[in-house]
């Protein structure tokens, strides 16, 4: 068992303070923070921990700590180390972590990978192919060492660090909090994420290990100017320390503050969610647009980001501009308005609900359906079942003010010219049809292509109910008029036809 040596010098002395706030920190976290972030269940001496061993200074100082403090049974500590196939070093602190953790008695897990070639393959950034990589290796390792808990090694300059980071490329509150100390994997809200060293500052940090006479490896990558990160640390924030010296400490205290309110903003959606939820299926949810609508500006967003996160990938961002866009198309958008939001989720406004559908979903009930085979012929005036709880109907009507007709913002209602059709009927698709719709000068276009364009989901187009007569299409219910039925100055008499859920 690893042991903190005694002082034995006077320069030793002037570290001492330093080599205790370590120990203090974790000590702290053990007792304050984790029972307090509503770990369920919460951490027993029966769990095992995988702690996240690079060879560096903040995780083995991390795992001596954890050592020496006997805060958890050393045998339900597992080490595990990832070889990211990049460093010419890499074997070699490979073997530096391995040898650790056998004289110390501690079980040992590694993987290698090549994050160069991940790296190209998904057009990322080397550091973003390698942190991927490296929370999919200790997911994994995780479930196969049966450990819910997984630790690293992350300190006070890092969270500094990530939040400037997170300031530059753009960010909300969420980004402002940088990184948590106890936290849920977002692919696997089973496991836990532990950062206990996460108010550690880097100094005191090699203080702890020169006092505890522990020789971590120097990572070389630290130095390249390459690497976002890095240039950060080497001369961003040596530049804001010449404005501010306190900048350190207050990027910390502002991801401290961002965290709490983050917090309650969340606890606040959830709170809020059961009042707005309206119905969900495999790839698709509703919300009670009224209801969602009543509710302060930042819960609208945050629940607008909810719904997207939970058809999403875990990784999926929003930004602004996109969820402003889409909040402004749900609150005063047209039934039957659309908006493609990231992971390619539509959002689709409709009369009561804000539909959110991932790719090639249909909401069961969002859109009309036809459930015969055969054309229905359309009474005019009258009314017929289409299916899927869905009614067509059709009336003859006196002409309006052409205007008025025009500036008609509702998709599922259409005005024609009764004497430039004949009979109606309605009908599913006829493999290779085209038509002109309205507002292309007469231009034909395949139906298939027009579908493609208003992102009809592909599971529907089958079953979209088509208003046509002898001559062809007429209307594409809920998306456009043909343009030879159009309503003109010389229109006599008017057929308003009208969809809608029964």
């Given at each position: 068992m690893?042991?903190?040596?005694?002082?034995?010098?006077?320069?030793?002395?002037?570290?001492?303070?330093?080599?205790?706030?370590?120990?203090?920190?974790?000590?702290?976290?053990?007792?304050?923070?984790l029972?307090?972030?509503?770990?369920?269940?919460?951490?027993?001496p029966?769990?095992?921990?995988?702690?996240?061993v690079?060879?560096?200074a903040?995780?083995l100082?991390?795992?001596?700590?954890?050592?020496?403090?006997?805060?958890?049974p050393?045998?339900?500590?597992?080490v595990?180390?990832?070889n990211?196939?990049w460093r010419?070093?890499?074997?070699?602190?490979a073997?530096?972590?391995s040898?650790?953790?056998?004289?110390?008695?501690?079980?040992?897990?590694?993987?290698a990978?090549d994050?160069?070639?991940?790296?190209?393959?998904?057009?990322?950034?080397l550091e973003?192919?390698?942190?991927q990589?490296?929370y999919?290796?200790?997911?994994?390792?995780?479930?196969?060492q049966q450990?819910?808990?997984?630790l690293?090694?992350?300190?006070?300059?890092?969270?500094?660090?990530?939040?400037l980071?997170n300031?530059?490329?753009?960010?909300?509150?969420?980004?402002?909090?940088?990184?948590?100390?106890?936290?849920?994997l977002?692919?696997?809200p089973?496991?836990?994420?532990?950062?206990?060293?996460l108010?550690?500052?880097r100094?005191?940090?090699?203080?702890y290990?020169?006092?505890?006479g522990l020789?971590?490896?120097v990572d070389?990558?630290?130095?390249?100017?390459?690497f976002l990160?890095?240039?950060?640390?080497?001369?961003?924030?040596?530049?804001?320390?010449?404005?501010?010296?306190?900048?350190?400490?207050?990027l910390h205290d502002?991801?401290t503050?961002a965290a709490?309110?983050?917090?309650?903003l969340?606890?606040a959606a959830?709170?809020?969610?059961p009042?707005?939820?309206?119905?969900?299926?495999?790839g698709?949810?509703?919300?009670?647009?009224?209801?969602?609508?009543?509710?302060?500006?930042a819960?609208?967003?945050r629940?607008?980001?909810?719904?997207?996160g939970?058809?999403a990938?875990?990784?999926?961002?929003?930004?602004l501009?996109?969820?402003?866009?889409?909040?402004?198309?749900a609150?005063?958008?047209?039934?039957?308005?659309?908006?493609?939001?990231?992971?390619?989720?539509?959002?689709?406004v409709?009369?009561e609900?804000?539909?959110?559908?991932?790719?090639?979903?249909?909401v069961?009930?969002?859109?009309p359906q036809?459930?015969a085979?055969?054309?229905i012929?359309l009474?005019?005036?009258?009314?017929?079942?289409?299916g899927?709880g869905?009614?067509?109907?059709a009336?003859?009507?006196?002409?309006t003010?052409?205007?008025?007709?025009r500036q008609n913002l509702?998709?599922?209602?259409?005005y024609?010219?009764?004497d430039?059709v004949?009979?109606?009927?309605?009908r599913?698709r006829?493999?290779?049809?085209?038509?002109?719709p309205?507002?292309?000068d007469?231009r034909?276009?395949?139906?298939?292509?027009?579908m493609?364009?208003?992102r009809i989901p592909?599971?529907?187009?089958?079953?979209?109910?088509?208003?046509a007569?002898?001559n062809?299409l007429?209307?594409?219910?809920?998306?456009?008029?043909?343009?030879?039925?159009k309503?003109?100055?010389a229109?006599?008499?008017l057929?308003?036809?009208?969809?809608?859920?029964?």
């Open positions: 690893p042991n903190l040596p005694a002082v034995t010098s006077p320069r030793e002395v002037v570290f001492l303070s330093m080599t205790k706030e370590l120990p203090q920190a974790i000590l702290t976290f053990w007792q304050q923070l029972p307090e972030a509503a770990v369920t269940p919460p951490l027993s029966a769990d095992r921990l995988l702690v996240a690079s060879g560096g903040d995780s100082a991390l795992l001596h700590a954890l050592l020496t403090q006997q805060l958890h050393p045998q339900q500590i597992v595990a180390h990832l990211h196939g010419p070093t890499a074997a070699a602190e073997e530096f972590v040898q650790t953790a056998h004289s110390w008695g501690l079980p040992y897990v590694t993987g990978v994050a160069p070639a991940f790296a190209r393959a998904q057009a990322l950034s973003a192919a390698s942190r990589l490296r999919q290796f200790l997911q994994t390792m995780a479930r196969q450990a819910r808990f997984i690293t090694g992350h300190q006070a300059d890092d969270q500094v660090e990530t939040v980071h300031l530059l490329r753009g960010t909300g509150l969420t980004g402002l909090r940088g990184m948590l100390p106890v936290s849920q977002a692919d696997a089973d496991l836990w994420l532990l950062r206990p060293l108010a550690v500052s100094q005191a940090i090699d203080a290990c020169r006092a505890a020789q971590p490896l070389p990558s630290n130095q390249d100017r390459r990160r890095n240039r950060l640390r080497a001369e961003l924030l040596p530049l804001l320390r010449q404005y501010n010296q306190q900048i350190d400490r207050h502002l991801a503050i709490t309110e983050v917090a309650f969340e606890a959830e709170s809020a969610w009042g707005i939820f309206a119905a969900a299926g495999p698709w949810l509703e919300l009670r647009r009224a209801a969602w609508q009543t509710l302060p500006l819960l609208r967003r629940l607008l980001r909810e719904a997207v939970r058809l990938a875990a990784d999926t961002e929003i930004g501009a996109t969820i402003e866009q889409a909040r402004r198309l609150e005063t958008g047209e039934v039957g308005a659309q908006s493609l939001l990231p992971g390619s989720i539509l959002l689709t409709a009369y609900t804000l539909a959110f559908t991932a790719p090639d979903t249909a069961p009930h969002q859109a036809l459930s085979a055969e054309p012929p009474p005019l005036p009258g009314q017929i079942d289409l899927n869905w009614q067509l109907a009336q003859l009507d006196v002409p003010e052409l205007a008025a007709i509702d998709a599922w209602q259409a024609l010219d009764a430039r004949d009979a109606l009927f309605v599913g006829i493999s290779g049809e085209s038509f002109a309205l507002g292309m007469g034909q276009t395949s139906l298939k292509a027009f493609n364009q208003r592909a599971a529907q187009r089958a079953a979209w109910p088509l208003v007569d002898r062809g007429v209307w594409v219910v809920g998306h456009r008029l043909a343009d030879r039925a309503v003109t100055p229109t006599r008499r057929i308003r036809l009208v969809c809608q859920r029964a």
